[in-house]
């Protein structure tokens, strides 16, 4: 009986060391298997907006909020969008209230917004969650990509994927748009762009 049962913890044990091996392996492959052009949004008009239109482009991807301490970045987001877009970068406003439901609660109201007070140009999407289970699947794999640590904890957390659709950095909501650590790492990134 004593022998039938370290047997069986044998057993066991081995089932929870392979699977704890597999388990990571498998994670792995899965945010490798993907990358920025495989996900597409909902335009805040309504209208598909797939990333892989922005091939060769380098993407920021920030989740925003209207009514947030951090609204302001709209601002710097735009003057980042203006300096850089005929060199390839794409900034794109993803609208969330997954943070002290700070967004307003219909795409009218934050386009309306966005305009009226800060006379956004860069492409904004419907209304997204960014954290949790009900996260848009950009996130997912985003939030997946980078761990704990870079994951959003607050409104416009900033996400840079590189000319090849791979997710290459993060920014926290503290960090401003026109910040040097930003615009380095943008130009740096625009560097990588083939030409047409």
């Known amino acids: 009986m004593q022998h039938e049962k370290k047997k069986i913890s044998l057993s066991a044990l081995s089932v929870v ?3 704890l091996f597999l388990v990571p392996i498998f994670v792995t492959s899965v945010s490798e298997a993907k990358n920025a052009y495989d996900f597409e949004f ?3 008009d309504g209208l598909p907006m797939k990333l892989a239109s922005y091939k060769n482009k380098v993407l920021l991807v920030v ?5 947030c301490g951090f609204t302001g970045q709209y601002s710097g987001l735009q003057t ?4 850089y877009k005929e060199r390839g970068l794409i900034v794109i406003g993803v609208p969330s209230a997954d943070f002290g439901n700070q967004e307003f609660n219909s795409n009218e109201k934050v386009k309306e917004f966005c305009s009226v007070n800060f006379n ?3 492409p904004i999407t419907q209304i997204s969650s960014v954290i949790g289970d009900k996260a848009h699947p950009f996130f997912k794999w985003a939030n997946d990509s980078v761990g704990i640590i870079g994951k959003p904890r607050w409104n416009f957390h900033k996400f840079l994927v590189d000319p090849e659709g791979k997710l290459v950095e993060w920014f926290s909501s503290t960090t401003e748009p026109m910040s040097k650590k930003v615009t380095e790492t943008i130009e740096s990134q625009i560097a990588k762009i083939k030409p047409e």
């Open 17 to 19: 060391i392979t699977c």
């Open 42 to 44: 909902v335009s805040i």
């Open 63 to 67: 989740n925003t909020a209207s009514q």
């Open 80 to 83: 980042l969008w203006s300096k």
């Open 120 to 122: 956004i140009e860069f």
